[in-house]
């Protein structure tokens, strides 16, 4: 882009000193045709250097809002996932599962305290009383796990939507076992591409959001939370689009 903007600026420079050539050399009955040659050509070389810089402003502007609408929606999911996993030991890659669970399904309110106990068979060994630690845990109640994660709202039959870019588009929900020292440990990831996201912006400028590799961007062709290949549950945004853990 600092390439086009050199060239386009040259241009305008070069064209400014072909007015001052044509008010020194042509003929005045070809002046005025000209000079609004000349006049236009300047403009249309203003209007592009002008567009240069500005159009990846705009674009970021559009592209931020987005991804944070999103986020929110991925985050809604990785909630009701961990959710998921606390009640069934999974996760799923069902959303109407997950709907289901989450109009259905309470958390297990419990109280884990230490206390110490008689060890009969340790008595009758050495002839006297022998004391264990154990731990006791009660059950207090139960909560819905909707009241829980999203009290009044009723968004998580929603979530599955993304909320922005190309019209009706669902997020990608994937579940499974990732296999690390021969133990099967449950992984799921949700995603959406970048491209279905921004797909009414300029082209050049989502093909660059595709290749982007930074600390302070979101990293890859797709905006995910999760991942199939790796035991974690964060996303790939950065915090200043909100946490991610």
């Known amino acids: ?17 072909l007015v001052k050539l044509v008010d020194k050399y042509i003929p005045s009955k ?5 000079h609004i040659g000349l006049w236009v050509l300047i403009a249309f070389l203003g209007y592009q250097t002008y567009m240069s810089i500005y159009t990846p402003i705009l674009f970021n502007q559009e592209k931020n809002k987005r991804y944070e609408k999103v986020i929110k929606n991925l985050i809604d999911i990785r909630d009701s996932e961990l959710a998921y996993k606390q009640v069934n030991g999974k996760f799923t890659d069902s959303f109407d599962e997950l ?9 297990t309110i419990i ?9 009969v068979e340790m008595s009758k060994r050495f002839g006297v009383d022998t004391y ?3 731990v006791e845990i009660d059950t207090l109640g ?6 829980s994660l999203f009290k009044n709202s009723t968004r998580y039959k929603t979530m599955m939507n993304v909320p922005v870019g190309k019209p009706g588009e669902k997020f990608q929900l994937q579940a499974g076992l990732l296999k690390q020292n021969d133990i099967n440990i449950p992984v799921f990831e949700a995603s959406v591409k970048k ?5 009414d912006q300029d082209r050049d400028m989502v093909i660059q959001e595709n290749q982007v590799i930074s600390v302070d961007g979101v ?3 797709a905006l995910r939370v999760g991942s199939m290949n790796e035991v974690k549950t964060i996303g790939n945004w950065p915090k200043t689009y909100g946490a991610n853990e």
């Open 1 to 17: 882009m600092l390439k086009f903007i050199l060239i386009a600026v040259a241009a305008i420079l070069l064209t400014i000193g």
């Open 111 to 119: 109280q884990r305290k230490d206390a110490s106990v008689l060890d």
């Open 99 to 107: 709907v289901k669970f989450i109009e259905s399904a309470q958390f």
């Open 132 to 134: 264990k630690d154990v």
């Open 195 to 199: 491209d279905v996201l921004l797909f």
């Open 219 to 221: 990293n890859g062709d």
């Open 30 to 34: 070809f002046k005025p045709v000209l």
């Open 142 to 147: 139960y909560v819905p796990v909707k009241d």
